[in-house]
């Protein structure tokens, strides 16, 4: 568990300039405070507890003002910047290394049964006020756009923008013409319609 606190930490640092020692990250990011208590709830959840961990979340919830369903499956080193409104569901698979920025919704579409909320992908920025949602997937590598609704699946290396939002290949896409200086970092004009 410490070798996880101190990854996320540190990919906390990486992705926020504002991040200043491992200390206040450690302290005052209500976002990562959010994903370590999701992550007891979750391995509750998995032992076939039910009430306990939705309790834990729902006191998380009032805590940092993130909501993640201790059903959902979330991968390392999620980063959720600013975090205030964020909602996860319980179907929802987060994958390695995503980056949210607050008021992001994993939300399902109405009252489905089973899986219905999205899958996202390894290395996916998603942006503030941003809405993905059904059981969709987000391929790996991609950018949503803030206030984007996206309710069909994208193929990695995708920038959605729009309401409902739509795909194109995002900068630095291999085989692209477009090349990033560097990959893992987000291309802020990938959010934007030109």
């Known amino acids: 568990m410490l070798g996880t606190i ?17 200390i206040e990250v450690f ?22 507890l039910r009430c306990l961990p939705r309790a834990l979340s729902q006191l998380v919830r009032w805590f940092t003002g993130i909501e993640i369903h201790p059903g959902a499956q ?11 409104g964020v909602v996860i569901g319980e179907t ?3 994958g390695d290394d995503v980056h949210l920025y607050h008021e992001v919704t994993l939300g399902g579409t109405g009252h489905e049964r089973g899986k219905r909320h999205p899958t996202i992908g390894d290395r996916v920025v998603i942006g503030a006020g941003a809405k993905v949602l059904g059981n969709i997937t987000v391929g790996a590598d991609s950018a949503v756009g803030a206030n ?31 090349k990033s200086h560097e990959p893992e970092a987000p291309d802020m004009a990938d959010f934007y319609v030109i």
């Open 74 to 84: 979330i991968g390392r080193r999620l980063f959720i910047d600013h975090g205030m």
């Open 6 to 22: 101190r990854e996320d930490i540190a990919a906390a640092k990486r992705r926020d300039p504002a991040a200043r020692t491992s």
């Open 27 to 48: 302290f005052v990011y209500s976002g990562l405070h959010a994903v370590w208590w999701h992550r007891v709830a979750h391995a509750l959840w998995s032992r076939g």
């Open 92 to 94: 929802a698979v987060v």
């Open 148 to 178: 984007a609704v996206v309710v069909r699946d994208a193929e990695p290396w995708s920038t959605l923008v729009g309401i409902p939002a739509t795909a194109r290949p995002r900068r630095g896409a291999p085989g692209s013409a477009m």
